[in-house]
């Protein structure tokens, strides 16, 4: 059971966090209404074992691994490729860089191809290089070790290099 200090401090990373993590469920999704459903779906399950977590100093981390562990289940499901927000339409505020984040202005012709990227590269390229963790952070959030962290990046990088060749300048 909760005591009003717990929600008094849940409340606190809530406020202090958010924009945060919608911005990193946004680059999970690519959809900014998916990435805010992501970041209350983590932050409910946060909510239910505030009090362990909480006490083991890994909040953050925590919080970000069920974001990607329900981003990858919720890709898993096949109606959720139906569900796909077109990026030309979408509006320019739904960007990651117009999230809040002190990240410059983001290129579209880049951000378009992070996108089309697997979901595991997709998540390991958003905790590197927009969220800016180490590869020990992004291998605890991903579950994986730093070598997987490392051989993902270089794939997510290498494949994002060809892409953006062929794009027309």
Same mark, same amino acid.
């Given at each position: =059971?909760?005591? *009003?200090?717990? !929600? &008094? ?22 959809? +900014? =209404?998916?990435? !805010? ?11 239910? %074992? ?9 909040? !953050? ?5 069920? =974001? ?13 490729? +139906?569900? +796909? ?22 290129? &579209? &012709?880049?951000?378009?191809?992070? =996108?089309?990227? *697997? *979901? ?19 291998? !605890? ?8 962290? %490392? ?19």
């Amino acid at each position: =059971m909760q005591t *009003p200090q717990d !929600e &008094d401090d849940f409340a606190a990373f809530v406020r202090a966090r958010q924009d945060a993590l919608v911005r990193f469920g946004y680059l999970l999704t690519g959809d +900014r =209404m998916s990435g !805010e459903d992501l970041t209350q779906t983590a932050l409910a399950k946060l909510y239910l %074992k505030w009090e362990t977590i909480r006490a083991s100093e890994a909040v !953050e981390a925590w919080v970000r691994k069920v =974001m990607v562990n329900e981003h990858t289940t919720w890709w898993r499901r096949a109606w959720r490729h +139906r569900e +796909r927000l077109d990026f030309d339409t979408a509006h320019s505020d739904t960007r990651p860089g117009s999230l809040g984040s002190d990240h410059g202005p983001v290129d &579209d &012709d880049l951000w378009r191809q992070v =996108m089309t990227l *697997p *979901p595991r590269q997709r998540a390991a390229v958003a905790l590197r290089y927009y969220e800016d963790l180490t590869e020990a952070q992004t291998a !605890e959030i991903l579950g994986c070790s730093i070598g997987t962290v %490392k051989s993902q990046t270089h794939r997510a990088l290498a494949s994002l290099r060809t892409k953006l060749e062929e794009v027309p300048a």
